[in-house]
């Protein structure tokens, strides 16, 4: 891991009353951009070249003689071949003379390898840059590792597909689009074998990941994903917030859905199996009676994360739930970073956290927020690694 002291040794030659908030332009950045613009700070994407023109042209931001947003949210865009390449000693000075704090997303871990975001990437990053690999599934100690030392509720893992006795989902990833999810599930062992022969037939997943993937336990029930922010600056009122709540769309899988059971049994070949690629968000709320079971879940994550991968997570995260037929929680996946889902309240914000600040406040805004105060009490040092 980059040593601190480089860390902070970078953040003493910024000018941070010129700070500006960077991020992958991909995933989550319209939302970090907008919250950000909101706050008063300017705004960079890293862009690769062929999917620049969302950040570029039709959301690029337009501003007055006395810099005031007249519309858009993204300043600048610098275009690269590869994201990757924004790692080279070259790009990374660039951003550290434009004083740029970075905001990790998922895209950002995705496309950069992780082992040089944690021993080369000597930028000044708002997050726990140590806890971005245990997002990795099969990881020594990944999320399922910290769920478990958390003493945190998720779905029954399944060893040998050979003991399949109930409906499972098989998590893997996809054979051609390497971001997005080779998913499937299966009752039982004979299901498992002959909806894998057909994904790996069909070139949605491979042999090889096939041995590695993860059987556990289908959680009948609603998504919940739930939108969390921890400030490590708070000293009056609560560190957790509960920002927002989101549930996916998800292909094909939300088109299976959509049709009646008899159309649903005329499927065949590579239409019969739904795939799961995430494709878009909706916003959503919980029964309160669920919501002080959301913060519990929270609590232990953050104090978990605390013990295990100091200084433990700062700022935003994602803990992604199914909650059963007996109103409990189930945790399937962790985001220790903005969530994949948070375009849904930017701008106007989302219930739980407009309720909290008394103002639209989306979890970019509620991360510019932060970066503001700390820049304001001079405690940047303890928003970043």
């Known amino acids: 891991m980059i040593s601190r002291d480089k860390i902070l040794s970078a953040l003493e030659g910024y000018d941070l009353k010129k700070a500006k908030i960077g991020m992958v332009a991909s995933h989550s950045a319209l939302d970090v951009c907008d919250g950000a613009v909101e706050e008063g700070f300017r705004t960079l994407g890293i862009c690769q070249e062929g999917r620049e023109k969302t950040y570029s042209r039709y959301f690029k931001c337009q501003r007055d003689a006395e810099g005031k947003v007249l519309r858009g949210v993204v300043d600048e865009c610098w275009t690269l071949k590869k994201f990757k390449e924004m790692m080279t000693p070259e790009y990374q000075a660039r951003l550290r003379k434009e004083n740029v704090l970075f905001v990790p997303n998922r895209s950002f871990t995705s496309y950069v390898p ?8 000597a930028v000044p990053l708002v997050g726990t840059r140590s806890l971005l690999r245990s997002e990795e599934r099969g990881e020594e100690k990944d999320y399922y590792w910290l769920l478990e030392k958390a003493g945190l509720p998720f779905p029954k893992r399944i060893k040998d597909p050979k003991d399949i006795d109930r409906l499972v989902i098989v998590k893997l990833h996809h054979k051609v689009k390497k971001l997005e999810r080779g998913f499937f ?3 039982s062992y004979q299901e498992f074998r002959e909806k894998s022969r057909q994904l790996i037939y069909n070139n949605v997943i491979t042999e090889e990941d096939l041995k590695d993937a993860r059987i556990e336990e289908y959680v009948i029930g609603p998504v919940f994903n739930l939108d969390f922010f921890y400030s490590p600056l708070e000293t009056k009122m609560e560190r957790i917030e509960l920002i927002g709540v989101d549930w996916r769309f998800e292909t094909s899988l939300d088109g299976h859905v959509r049709l009646p059971a008899p159309q649903q ?3 065949q ?9 995430v494709c878009g ?3 959503s709320t919980m029964r309160e009676s669920l919501i002080e079971g959301a ?3 929270a609590e232990k994550y953050v104090k978990a994360t605390q013990e295990h991968y100091a200084p433990g997570i700062i700022g935003p995260f994602c803990l ?10 189930h945790i399937y996946d962790v985001a220790p970073r903005v969530g994949g889902g948070t375009n849904v309240h930017m701008w106007v914000g989302h219930p739980y956290g407009n309720t909290t600040w008394r103002t639209n406040m989306s979890t970019g805004r509620r991360l510019a927020v932060e970066v503001r105060r700390a820049i304001e009490t001079n405690q940047v040092d303890k928003i970043v690694t």
């Open 114 to 121: 992780l082992s040089q975001i944690e021993e080369e990437f």
């Open 269 to 277: 070949g590579a239409q019969a199996t739904p795939e799961y690629t």
């Open 320 to 329: 992604q739930t199914c909650v059963d037929k007996d109103l409990k929680f």
């Open 185 to 187: 599930t299966a009752a």
């Open 281 to 283: 968000h909706n916003s």
């Open 265 to 267: 049994m005329t499927l």
């Open 295 to 297: 913060f519990d879940l």
